[in-house]
Nanobody, 125 residues
Framework: QVRLQESGPGLVKSSQTLSLTCTVS??????????WSWVRRPPGKELEWIGH???????FYNPSLESRTSISRDTSKNQLTLQLSSVTPEDTAVYYC?????????????????WGQGTQVTVSS
């Protein structure tokens, strides 16, 4: 059974860098053809795709967030990391890691094969 578990601080101050970790069990993040994404849902809004990292470690980001986003991985720990810099209250959201066997970007939940339970992040002004 594949499980994704997000972790990180629930409260971040404006202008700081948000750092979240996704720990994957039951599958390797280097499994061929899989892409590991970070997505978020701000309160009252639809899902927003942040970026992904491929099985080979290549990254691709949402252009609207790219200047502030970094996704990395630790293959020895089977973990993904999201860093989002210069946060504002607009970055308040539930953050999820998710995975699918395609590089095509989507915000349709059912198109992802695996989801984490999500972690609430609140940015204080």
């Amino acid at each position: 059974q594949v499980r994704l578990q997000e972790s990180g601080p629930g409260l971040v101050k404006s202008s700081q860098t948000l750092s979240l970790t996704c720990t994957v069990s039951g599958a390797s993040i280097t499994t061929a053809y899989y892409y590991w994404s970070w997505v978020r849902r701000p309160p009252g809004k639809e899902l927003e795709w942040i970026g992904h990292i491929s099985d080979s470690g290549s990254t691709f980001y949402n252009p609207s967030l790219e200047s502030r986003t970094s996704i990395s991985r630790d293959t020895s720990k089977n973990q993904l990391t999201l860093q989002l810099s210069s946060v504002t209250p607009e970055d308040t959201a539930v953050y999820y890691c998710a995975s699918r066997k395609s590089p095509i970007i989507t915000i349709i939940e059912r198109e992802y094969e695996y989801w984490g339970q999500g972690t609430q992040v609140t940015v204080s002004s």
